[in-house]
């Protein structure tokens, strides 16, 4: 009787070590550190678990990941405050993080948000 007791106490204290763990958040889309701005990460799911982060101008984006196959979440380049906020690594700046915002959630959203470049795609340039 002694063991089966010893036995359930065992299996208790590792089913909740043994459960799943939760899903973490999609990183997925565009970012900037001010949705206002025209220069930002564009964040790509490649996987579950690794992202390809490439960085975007006016013009568009690079062709090539900046960071390819990061997790993001315990990737030390990064800081996670929220889903919709992220902190990168300063380089140049000991312990220094820039902040940037999701301003969509889809990647293939980023527009740069360059009114020239607004006018030239519309076409409604005033003379």
């Known amino acids: ?10 299996l208790v204290a590792i089913v909740p070590a043994a459960a799943e763990e939760p899903a973490a958040p999609d990183f997925s889309g ?23 982060i490439a960085f975007c101008f006016p013009t568009g984006c690079n062709g090539h990941a900046w960071i ?3 997790p993001i979440a315990g990737d030390p380049k990064f800081k996670i405050v929220s889903e919709t906020e992220i ?11 820039l902040t940037y915002h999701r301003c ?3 990647p293939e ?3 740069g948000t360059n009114p020239a470049e607004r ?8 003379q």
């Open 1 to 10: 009787m002694k063991s089966l007791a010893i036995l359930l106490s065992f």
């Open 30 to 52: 565009a970012w900037k550190r001010d949705c206002e701005k025209t220069y930002g990460l564009k964040i790509q799911r490649i996987n579950d678990k690794a992202y390809s």
């Open 68 to 70: 390819a196959g990061t």
């Open 87 to 97: 902190g990168l690594r300063r380089v140049d700046v000991p312990d220094g993080w």
């Open 104 to 106: 969509s959630p889809d």
């Open 109 to 111: 959203s980023w527009t």
């Open 119 to 126: 006018l030239r795609q519309t076409g409604s340039a005033s």
